[in-house]
């Protein structure tokens, strides 16, 4: 018996499997804001050189504050006052004469800055004065959290491959909302930068192992509408956060704003089960039998499952190496696997480099960040609403393969209209980001189904970390745009056309049970009396012949 058969058994998605995905739905509403925090508290609003020394002075006693500013700063090419130089004494002669004679001295600001409060109140720029010399620090901060998110998928993937998928989630709650709540009371950039990046390292793991808890929980038929239901989780994030940001102005509330809802998730993970096949397969059989007599309690099915006991269970999954540790070289050792590594390694850092770099230019088209940050989430709807109709018709690797190559055009198409078309290049960039919501959905059940369970989480880990290396970068490369003004968009283009290819190389597995070990990757998978298994389709195939033969012959 098959793990799929004894789930389908039970109700492979009765109110117990809802009971998982309702929880770990709900426990990951809030890592999407998380992950879009430096859109907004890493803002630099208009500022120029604080003026307010020669106003202690009295020298502006009688001038007006635009007065003031015209004698003290001097005028950009836009006619908006410089933001990082003043005069080195106030040029009175300014106020007869509009012209600014290109010999008057300038000095850096001598004083600190005033800032535009009009759309925040206060933003990292604002709190630590990350302006002029120190202004891409301010954008540094969205690296280094997503370098964190990097290490974290790693730490947490290898972690919960260990010692199980349920622990490991309870670690990640807490310390993502504790380094989350100390990241308020930063008393300098540096506190700030390295409890962000203690913040992503942390949540990473609800990401991964709650990804990988809801797929190993249900029956084949039903797993990509749980991919596409995790999926929107991240969809309704993206939307209400731009709410959460358009209320709260200052950066300091709005993270704890976002912090303080995993409250919820900490105490409805005491109703989340270990998952069944982990500890299958790490030899745990009456734990495995304890959580599988509960679901089927829950799914009114307890009569079928009173027939099964444990002995029963411990011949589903057969790894032929006793309690062995799988760790992430696993992942290489063999031919299949390195391969399957490869394609899908590239695949995500494709996947999550376009789709973020997308998500954090909503300043470039002119038009109201929040207001653009908004329709990004919402076109997300859609999009990963279509995954399931598109699963089902074409398969993963044709639906991951397509969005991706949409999202190539879509940025391709973006480079040759006009800067001044805002509306125009807004809407091919919304429907990009329809696309890579697509990618990233299918991506992450596809690539849950096509790692065996003894490293599925070390393979997630593995992916999820590529990704987010992806996601480190993708600020970076929009910096390109000062070197020539579509160069991200060239290089975003390309590496989504480029994943596009790679993706199609990948297997297809809709309809297929989960993988359980390596060897059946490899197809050298052993019964239980040492005999190799034959993979399905061959054997399927084998047996349409021989009675094709039989049929010829009578």
Not at 176 to 205: D, E
Not at 501 to 511: D, H, I, K, N, S
């Amino acid at each position: 018996m098959k793990f799929e058969d004894l789930l389908s058994e039970i109700n492979g998605f009765g109110r117990f499997q809802k009971m998982v995905l309702c929880i770990n739905f709900f426990g990951r509403l809030s890592l999407a804001c998380h992950f879009l925090l430096g859109n907004f508290i890493a803002v630099i609003p208009s500022h120029h050189c604080s003026i307010s020394s020669l106003d202690a002075d009295e020298i502006f006693e009688n001038l007006s504050q635009e007065e003031r500013l015209t004698v003290s700063i001097p005028v950009q090419e836009d006619g908006t006052p410089a933001s990082c130089h003043m005069f080195s004494y106030p040029q009175f002669h300014l106020l007869t004469n509009s012209s600014s004679p290109s010999e008057v001295a300038v000095v850096q600001c001598q004083n600190g800055w005033e800032y535009d409060n009009s759309t925040f109140i206060s933003t990292l720029a604002t709190q630590w004065d990350l302006v002029c010399d120190k202004r891409s620090l301010s954008r540094l901060t969205t690296t280094i959290f997503f370098i964190g998110v990097m290490f974290g998928a790693a730490a947490f993937g290898s972690l919960s491959a260990m010692f199980g998928r349920k622990p490991m989630l309870l670690v990640s709650h807490i310390l993502g909302m504790v380094f989350g709540l100390c990241s308020v009371f930063s008393s300098s950039f540096i506190m700030f930068a390295v409890l962000r990046f203690f913040t992503g390292f942390t949540i990473t793991g609800t990401v991964i192992i709650s990804t990988v808890l809801n797929v190993e929980w249900v029956s084949i038929e039903h797993r990509k509408l749980v991919g596409v239901i995790d999926s929107l989780a991240w969809t309704f994030g993206f939307i209400s956060f731009p709410l959460f940001a358009y209320l709260i102005r200052d950066w300091r509330w709005l993270t704890v704003a976002i912090s303080l809802p995993t409250v919820t998730a900490i105490i409805t993970w005491w109703w989340v089960p270990e998952s069944a096949r982990w500890l299958l397969a790490n030899g745990r059989v009456d734990k495995a039998h304890y959580y599988l007599h509960k679901c089927a309690a829950m799914n009114r099915k307890e009569k079928v499952f009173g027939t099964i006991k444990p002995e029963n269970l411990a011949k589903i999954i057969v790894t032929g190496r006793g309690n062995r540790k799988y760790s992430y070289l696993d992942l290489v050792r063999t031919p299949k696997m390195r391969r399957l590594s490869l394609l899908t390694g590239i695949t995500w850092f494709a996947v999550a480099t376009v789709a973020y770099g997308i998500s954090f230019n909503i300043s470039s088209f002119g038009l109201n960040m929040y207001l653009t940050q908004f329709v990004y989430g919402a076109i997300e709807i859609p999009a990963k609403l279509s995954i399931f109709y598109l699963l089902d018709k074409f398969g993963r690797h044709i639906t991951q393969a397509g969005s991706l190559l949409f999202v190539g055009i879509c940025l391709m198409i973006n480079i040759f209209i006009p800067k001044d078309k805002s509306v125009v290049r807004t809407v091919i960039a919304v429907l990009g980001k329809g696309c890579s919501a697509t990618s990233f959905g299918t991506v992450i059940l596809y690539t849950s189904e096509l790692y065996p369970t003894v490293v599925r989480q070390n393979g997630m880990g593995y992916t999820s970390f590529l990704a987010r290396l992806g996601v480190s970068v993708a600020p970076l490369i929009l910096l390109s745009d000062d070197i020539w003004s579509h160069f991200s968009q060239v290089i975003l283009s390309t590496l989504g056309l480029s994943a596009a290819f790679v993706a199609y190389l990948l297997p297809e597995t809709r309809g297929r049970c989960l993988p359980e070990t390596i060897e059946d990757i490899e197809g050298i998978r052993k019964d239980t009396d040492g005999l190799p298994l034959q993979d399905e389709e061959e054997e399927g195939s084998r047996l349409k012949l021989k009675d094709n033969l039989i049929v010829q012959n009578t």
